[in-house]
T-cell receptor, first 113, second 115 residues
Framework: DGGITQSPKYLFRKEGQNVTLSCEQN?????MYWYRQDPGQGLRLIYY???????QKGDIAEGYSVSREKKESFPLTVTSAQKNPTAFYLC????????????FGNGTRLTVT | DQQVKQNSPSLSVQEGRISILNCDYT??????FLWYKKYPAEGPTFLIS?????DKNEDGRFTVFLNKSAKHLSLHIVPSQPGDSAVYFC??????????????FGSGTQLTVLP
């Protein structure tokens, strides 16, 4: 079955530590995205990548970093510089260009204490 | 400034009746709109979309209406079923040929269908 896998589902970290969230897709999609969801808010775009070895900042990129070394993988690192890292993180992918919807993974809930 | 707004955080409907979820947008350059459905602790799943060249798109029990002059879209679910209970997000996008699609999401509406 094709899809997007995010791991782990729940993640706990101490303040001041960097943490990396995994996202893998086997849909052969060129474009991949990271969104963040906070209670009562819509999804906000952190970073996106149109193609391997290329990525762009979204609306709330500060305190985050990404890499896109393989088409299938788009890991997100939440650094200690992110002031409010506790949130639900969603990875998505899509066919590049055109009117194709984003396909989402099941998310990782990160709690930083 | 929120470019996509869902002003009703929650909606309760009786099973079998129609559910109407509303969404307003401010950017007149948006020309592609989508609805996603989300269950707790899961990612959103795509439901239905509409291009700005249309004013209606239908898929089974789901119909999306677009009123460009009012910058308003709505999702109709009829008949509503208890399994439809979820958070519904509307999203809007600009056509960007050859590049990744960036969606702007509303804050969501929690739909509860009562048996």
């Amino acid at each position: 079955d094709g899809g997007i896998t995010q791991s782990p589902k729940y993640l706990f970290r101490k303040e001041g530590q960097n943490v990396t969230l995994s996202c893998e897709q086997n849909l052969n999609h060129d474009a991949m995205y990271w969104y963040r969801q906070d209670p009562g808010q819509g999804l906000r775009l952190i970073y996106y990548s149109q193609i391997v070895n290329d990525f762009q900042k979204g609306d709330i990129a500060e305190g985050y970093s990404v890499s896109r070394e393989k088409k299938e993988s788009f890991p997100l690192t939440v650094t200690s510089a992110q002031k409010n890292p506790t949130a639900f993180y969603l990875c998505a992918s899509s066919i590049r260009g055109g009117n194709s919807p984003l396909h989402f993974g099941n998310g990782t809930r990160l709690t930083v204490t | 400034d929120q470019q996509v707004k869902q002003n009703s955080p929650s909606l309760s409907v009786q099973e079998g009746r129609i559910s109407i979820l509303n969404c307003d947008y401010t950017n007149s350059m948006f020309d592609y709109f989508l609805w996603y459905k989300k269950y707790p602790a899961e990612g959103p799943t795509f439901l239905i979309s509409i291009s700005s060249i249309k004013d209606k798109n239908e898929d089974g029990r789901f119909t999306v209406f677009l009123n460009k002059s009012a910058k308003h879209l709505s999702l109709h679910i009829v008949p509503s079923q208890p399994g439809d209970s979820a958070v519904y997000f509307c999203a809007a996008s600009l056509i960007s040929s050859g590049s990744a699609r960036q969606l702007t999401f509303g804050s969501g509406t929690q739909l509860t269908v009562l048996p």
